[in-house]
């Protein structure tokens, strides 16, 4: 299984990202996906999720309504549009795939909880 996350870069204050998180090796359309930061030093902290067939989203509630995380079954591919974007949101981005029917319980919001990661990509936000 492999999640390759891409789309990250340096952008000013009030701009837009889109990053793109593609997976292989799995049956797509069992998992959701999920999308983490992590600071140096502090832990990787959940900033949305999408369920199998993108029908419930949800999102931490410092992101509402500037990130809009979707996905593309047909391409194995999920989404974060990160608009408005602040300093405080730089950041190396993960996404994560889990698969609940592996769970007895799976919280979308735990990186612990997660099956597979993809390797992260930087977001930089200059003020």
């Known amino acids: 299984v492999q999640l390759q996350a891409s789309g990250g870069g340096l952008v000013q204050t009030g701009g837009s990202l889109r990053l793109s998180c593609t997976a292989s090796g799995l049956t797509y359309s069992d998992y959701v996906m999920g999308w983490f930061r992590q600071v140096p030093g502090q832990k990787r902290e959940w900033r949305a999720a999408i369920n199998w067939n993108g029908g419930s989203k949800y999102y931490a509630d410092s992101v509402k309504p500037r990130f809009i995380i979707s996905r593309d079954n047909a391409k194995n591919i999920a989404y974060l549009q990160m608009n408005n974007l602040k300093p405080e949101d730089t950041a190396v981005y993960y996404c994560?795939?889990?698969?609940?029917?592996?769970?007895?319980?799976?919280?979308?919001?735990?990186?612990?909880?997660?099956?597979?990661w993809g390797q992260g990509t930087l977001v930089t936000v200059s003020s």
């Open positions: 994560g795939a889990v698969n609940p029917r592996h769970h007895d319980y799976t919280d979308y919001t735990k990186h612990g909880d997660y099956d597979y």
